[in-house]
């Protein structure tokens, strides 16, 4: 859901890709070997037994060395979706508002308990 009218939704590049598109919903400069948290204006109902991946755009992070980083949201997160970006160039990076600058994966896991054994 849109939490700030100018949000972009997620969005896919066509019906077979595994990812969605994030946009940046502000202009932000990130400093050379610096970082900064990156809102989105979106907030997502994550089915139960998944879990959303942040993940880098490949071209940012060949062409402008930029990574992400934390990565996780859970299921039961319903806050505003936020991006960690890593800038590990020389330079410093500008961010426009509706740039694309993650993107998210939504993946199956075990949401089963662990116990302790006493050898493996």
């Known amino acids: 859901m849109k939490m700030a009218a100018k949000a972009t939704l997620p969005l896919k590049g066509s019906r077979l890709l595994a990812e969605h598109n994030?946009?940046?919903?502000?202009?932000?400069l990130i400093p050379a070997q610096g970082q900064k948290l990156i809102g989105t204006g979106i907030a997502l109902g994550i089915p139960q037994g998944t879990y959303t991946r942040i993940a880098p755009r490949s071209g940012l992070a060949y062409k402008e060395s930029i990574g992400i980083g934390g990565g996780v949201i859970d299921?039961?997160?319903t806050g505003e979706v936020k991006v960690i970006m890593i800038n590990h160039g020389k330079r410093e990076y500008e961010v426009q508002e509706g740039d694309r600058i993650a993107q998210m994966i939504i993946e199956k896991i075990d949401t089963s308990g662990?116990?302790?054994v006493d050898n493996l």
């Open 114 to 116: 662990m116990m302790e």
């Open 22 to 28: 994030l946009y940046a919903l502000e202009d932000v």
């Open 75 to 77: 299921a039961n997160y």
